[in-house]
């Protein structure tokens, strides 16, 4: 189109030029620039009066004669509007993908009902598998411990170190406990001699007073011997107060030393053959042996279980521990089991010894093999420190968790150990269908009635 336009011009150009040949070779045309076009004009666009976008109307194109430019400006036009038309040919082939389209609009329509059919049927007999994500994996941890305190003498294990039963964890200072093992050993001996000597002078009383008894009997018979004479007036009755005397004497002594004997026996537990071992204070003293033997032996802590030990940093030879005071933890390693809580809602047929199938998120591509252990008897809210006061105001219900057990079958030797903390997803297989929505059993059990 812009073509056409130059074509004019030159026309007109040349036809001055053969005006004017009779001039002077030095007349040239009045021009000022002729027409440069950088764009094809299958990519200028037009607005509705038929001008050209992005082009200034006002804008230079040539100095010529306006008679000439007036009469070649309608031909470019007419050629505009003659190509116009030729653009909305680029989609007669649209029309085309129709039946294709159908088709596919089709299939579609046919394959809904199968789609709905499907997706009841596994409806309804779904549901058998109640699965639980909010559950982790569990195991016997006990902090290492023990009742004495002491200095920390040597720590026997690493971090993460697999120990087993009865393997010596750490030592504490055992000297001050060998101290009072030696001490209370001498008393037990001290013990044993002074249980010696007490049965020794039971025997000592018993002759004393079996003595003491000799000299009361002389004693009698002096004493009836001058009643005699004093009633005769044979002897002074001086004599016969003092011998009176005297046997009222000797007799309490031999009381005396009765009663010291029953003492001596009383303390010998009423048996003055008992042997040493069988004594009270005997068993007393050897208490006191044996706790500080305890407590001795209690210097070196070893694994009650088979497990893996860790924080074991947090000790070191020369740290003072108190009693009771938690140096690392053992975890049993070789008894795990999983604590899943799913919602009260979930547990309507889960029942214990159920089969269980558990993932765990370390080993996504395995699978572990379990039962139902058992169900807490309680939601985990009822232990809480302040339970919820389901008769005030406010009170919203709230959907409660009840704690289930699952005991998870580790015979299985080639898959990998499981580690307390775990996130596990628990997949309980209930064998119950889910059935007929609740509405749906309710419409077909009253026309089964009314029938």
């Known amino acids: 189109m812009i073509d056409t336009g130059n074509q004019a011009i030159r026309s007109s150009a040349n036809g001055a030029g053969n005006l004017g040949a009779s001039a002077p070779a030095d007349d040239h045309p009045k021009f000022v620039k002729p027409f440069r076009t950088t764009a094809s004009a299958d990519s200028i666009t037009f607005d509705a009066r038929g001008r050209p976008r992005g082009h200034s109307p006002q804008a230079p194109v040539a100095e010529t004669n306006q008679d000439t430019v007036r009469a070649e400006a309608p031909v470019a036009r007419s050629d505009i509007s003659q190509k116009q038309p030729e653009r909305p040919a680029e989609t007669l082939s649209a ?12 299939a579609l329509f046919a394959l809904l009902p199968l789609v709905l059919i499907a997706a009841a049927y596994w409806y309804v007999t779904g549901g058998q598998v109640v699965s639980a994500d909010d559950a982790y994996v569990q195991a016997e941890t006990v902090g290492i411990s023990t009742d004495i305190s002491g200095i920390v003498k040597e720590v026997d294990v690493r971090e993460n170190q697999h120990v087993v039963p009865g393997q010596i964890l750490y030592r504490l ?10 001490n209370a050993r001498a008393n037990l001996a001290q013990t044993a001699l002074t249980i010696a000597s007490m049965k020794q002078d039971y025997t000592r009383m018993l002759k004393d007073a079996a003595a003491q008894q000799a000299q009361v009997a002389l004693d009698r018979a002096n004493y009836d011997r001058y009643a005699a004479l004093v009633r005769a007036n044979a002897i002074a009755q001086t004599t016969y107060d003092q011998a009176r005397f005297t046997l009222e004497t000797d007799e309490a002594k031999l009381e005396s030393l009765r009663q010291q004997a029953d003492v001596q026996l009383a303390k010998l537990a009423g048996n003055p053959d008992i042997p040493v071992t069988l004594h009270p204070e005997y068993l007393q003293a050897k208490a006191v042996v044996d706790e500080a033997q305890r407590q001795l032996d209690h210097t070196i802590i070893r694994a009650p279980f088979a497990g893996q030990v860790t924080n074991v940093p947090s000790i070191a030879p020369g740290k003072y521990l108190a009693a009771s005071t938690t140096a690392f933890y053992l975890v049993n390693s070789d008894d ?11 547990l309507t047929y889960v029942r214990p010894g159920q089969p269980v199938t558990l993932t765990v998120d370390t080993y996504p591509d395995l699978e572990w093999r379990g039962v139902i252990a058992s169900v807490s008897p309680a939601a985990a809210q009822q232990f809480s420190l302040l339970p919820a006061e389901n008769t ?5 219900k709230v959907v409660q968790r009840i704690t289930m057990r699952v ?12 580690r307390a903390g775990m ?6 297989d209930t064998g119950h269908a889910r059935g007929l929505p609740h509405f749906l059993g309710a419409l077909f059990g009253g026309a089964k009635r009314g029938a």
Request: net charge positive.
């Open 423 to 428: 996130s596990v997803e628990v997949n309980v």
């Open 173 to 182: 200072d055992p000297r001050q406990f060998q101290i009072a093992l030696d």
């Open 392 to 396: 005030s105001g406010n009170w919203v």
């Open 95 to 106: 029309p085309g993908k129709s039946p294709r389209r159908r088709v596919l609009r089709m």
């Open 407 to 418: 005991r998870i079958d580790t015979s299985d030797r080639s898959l990998p150990p499981l």
């Open 336 to 346: 795990v089991w999983v604590d899943a809580t799913p919602k009260e809602t979930e």
